[in-house]
């Protein structure tokens, strides 16, 4: 999250890419959403079981992270 938060997209989406994971799929619809790839992001939304939101991207990896330390 820290790297999208700080202007990596492009090695956020390649480290989120290969993970089959749920969390990790929410990852990278978030990054897609903020690359304005909706459609993209719609379907990485759906393989994470989550609905498309519009939210403040920040505020969604919060969340995100939020998740993240529940399940550790």
């Known amino acids: 999250m820290n ?3 700080n202007g990596a ?3 956020a989406h ?3 890419q290969d993970i089959e994971h749920e969390l990790a799929y929410w990852i990278h619809a ?3 959403r903020e ?3 909706i459609s993209n992001s719609k379907y990485w939304y759906r393989r994470a079981n989550r609905d498309y939101t519009e939210i403040d991207l920040v505020d969604e990896r ?3 992270k939020q998740k993240i330390e529940e399940q550790l």
């Open 3 to 5: 790297l999208a938060n």
């Open 9 to 11: 997209w492009d090695k």
């Open 14 to 16: 390649h480290i989120v």
């Open 30 to 32: 978030n990054l897609h």
């Open 35 to 37: 690359e304005g790839d």
């Open 62 to 64: 919060q969340q995100i």
